[in-house]
């Protein structure tokens, strides 16, 4: 029925002091410290594509996408209905369409394209999607990480290395051979053993001959499984004599017919909606072993090196997200007769939610150049390894505060979910618990410390660079030194020792990059104990309004 009185609507539903959404704005251009930082760290060399991502992807269109590929989360589909299995997920059409962004894009490909900066071009995309949706940078993290162990057999995986770079997303459930692009996933985990992989009981048979390149059939199952659509998955598997090695498992057989891979649920989890996280089991999947037999775990690190990257990446982004959607709320919002961004607790807020964010991009992209660089440089390598271990563990570990006060920053309108905090809230422990959970990642530091200490003489190079630049940093620098001579009770230490590790680097990264004010705020929040335990306490006479700035998108762009 038509209303009978618009004006008494207007009386009751005039909406007014309500922000307007925050979309059709550019990621990238609207990101001063991301700017900086792709400068900084070498990836200049495809600025405007970078630029023409983040313009894209602030569409109104793909964020709208983003939402509804989680809104409508996917299906599994076991069977048909004549009662042949299927194994696939069938997802929303607003997924693929972000998928084959990413892909045109080349998210999962350019570092390995030869262009310079490549993985620093890379992680600006991931940065930026990731913010949009986070659920299709799974496999397209997984397409990209997956090419250092698939190189460990360059003969045998040619097929899988060119078509896993290709541009184009063919989300067709048919043999590898007949698409146009290629996509790669990872199954480690197990019931009994998921951080302690040897603990695996799926069993690798040779089908002939043994050894790198030689098919086997595999028996046993994965307890999770994400993206279960890839055309491939990196899997560990025993052999009889050999250990756990690592084999490529392809959806499809050589022979044409579907592999023995089944698909037994979906995961019902807190977040991540959009991303398929399955239940499998291999019934003599056939499947190429690649790297040298019994070697497998070294084989898959190679991959998990690089998702370790994304998942600093991952959490930094979430911040981002997060942060500019309290920028924008409190920029837009009036109360007690000022705008909440004139508000000096308001204030102190916002600016110390940008300050942590900030630390963690410029973190995550220092992280992307030593990748950049490893391969011909072993001091990148060597600090690359230890440093990205130390940078996941704490983004990891302050995404959910960062995101969970970012959203209270929005009152009520952030806890509902039409607002895109609670997907990021719910993602935000994500990072931290996959590719290493966090005691996982301190052992794995100590293990560096112990076994590669040229992965910590990498480190200590890289921090002492910054000596000399400030006594609070240097006394910084001086602790975190005889942390790492210490070794009584290591292990029980061990989180102190990599937190500490992270906020020195962190504080010698803004110090030579980030605007005076940032490194300032930081130096004397993080390091010299002019800080509360929550965000918002920052003590005053820190100059807060360029870091207010960096966190205000439109105001900035
Ligand atoms: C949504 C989602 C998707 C996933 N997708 C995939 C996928 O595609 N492929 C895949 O292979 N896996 C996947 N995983 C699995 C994930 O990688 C594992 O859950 C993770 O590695 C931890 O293993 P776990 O669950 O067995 O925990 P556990 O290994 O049992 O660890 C439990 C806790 O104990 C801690 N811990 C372990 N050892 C020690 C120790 N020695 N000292 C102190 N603390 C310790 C860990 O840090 C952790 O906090 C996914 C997980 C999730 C949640």
């Known amino acids: 029925m038509a209303d009978l009185n618009p004006q008494a609507d207007l009386a009751t539903h005039e909406v007014f002091n309500q922000p307007p959404p925050l979309e059709d704005y550019n990621l990238f251009r609207t990101d001063s410290a991301l700017m900086e930082a792709l400068s900084r760290e070498g990836g200049d060399g495809m600025r405007a594509e970078v630029d023409a991502y983040g313009s894209e992807l602030g569409r109104a269109e793909n964020i709208e996408h983003g939402r509804l590929a989680n809104a409508c989360p996917p299906v599994l589909k076991t069977h048909d209905r004549f009662g042949r299995r299927m194994d696939e997920a069938e997802f929303h059409p607003s997924y693929h369409a972000l998928m084959a962004l990413g892909m045109k894009h080349g998210q999962h490909a350019i570092p390995w394209e030869g262009e310079t900066g490549g993985h620093v071009i890379h992680t600006a995309m991931h940065y930026m999607m990731y913010q949009v949706e986070s659920g299709v940078c799974c496999p397209l993290t997984m397409t990209y990480a997956a090419r250092p162990a698939l190189e460990m057999q360059p003969e045998a995986m040619q097929f899988w290395l060119q078509g896993s770079v290709s541009r184009d997303y063919d989300s067709r459930s048919i043999p590898a051979t007949s698409k146009t692009g290629l996509t790669i996933g990872m199954a480690m985990t197990e019931k009994q053993g998921g951080s302690d992989i040897r603990a695996n009981t799926t069993r690798a048979v040779a089908r002939g001959r043994q050894g790198p390149g030689e098919i086997y059939d595999l028996t046993g199952h994965k307890w999770f499984c994400s993206a279960p659509m890839c055309d491939a998955f990196l899997t560990l598997a025993y052999t009889e004599q050999g250990g756990v090695s690592c084999f490529l498992v392809p959806r499809w057989r050589q022979d044409g017919a579907r592999n023995g891979i089944h698909l037994q649920r979906l995961k019902d989890k807190l977040g991540n909606k959009s991303n398929a996280s399955s239940e499998i089991e291999y019934h003599a999947a056939e499947a190429m072993m690649i790297g040298e037999e019994g070697r497998g775990v070294r084989t898959i690190i190679n991959m998990v090196t690089h998702t370790r990257l994304d998942c600093a990446t991952g959490s930094t982004s979430l911040m981002r997200q997060a942060v500019i959607q309290a920028g924008h709320h409190v920029e837009n919002r009036m109360a007690f007769q000022r705008k909440l961004s004139q508000q000096p607790l308001m204030r102190n807020v916002l600016a110390d939610l940008s300050l942590e964010q900030e630390a963690a991009t410029v973190l995550s992209m220092r992280l992307a150049r030593a ?187």
């Open 371 to 557: 990748f950049d660089e490893a391969a011909t440089d072993p001091q990148a390598a060597a600090f690359s390894r230890l440093a990205v271990a130390v940078g996941k563990y704490w983004t990891c570990k302050r995404v959910g505060v960062v995101v969970g006060e970012a959203m209270e920053c929005l009152g009520g309108a952030g806890y509902v979910e039409e607002s895109i905090l609670p997907r990021l809230y719910r993602e935000s422990p994500l990072n931290g618990i996959w590719e290493g959970s966090g005691n996982v990642i301190c052992l794995d530091v100590l293990r560096a410390m112990q076994r590669e200490p040229e992965s910590v003489a990498a480190f200590m190079a890289e921090i002492g660079t910054a000596r000399g630049r400030d006594t609070r940093l240097d006394r910084a620098i001086d602790h975190m030194e005889s942390e790492l001579g210490r070794l009584d009770d290591i292990e029980f230490r061990a989180r102190a020792v990599v937190e500490h590790m992270a906020l020195t680097l962190q504080a010698s990264l803004l110090t030579a990059a980030g605007p005076t004010a940032v490194a300032e705020a930081f130096l004397a929040s993080r390091l010299d104990g002019g800080w509360g335990h929550t965000f918002g306490t920052l003590e005053p006479g820190l100059d807060l309004q360029p870091l207010i700035d960096r966190a205000t998108p439109v105001a900035a762009g």
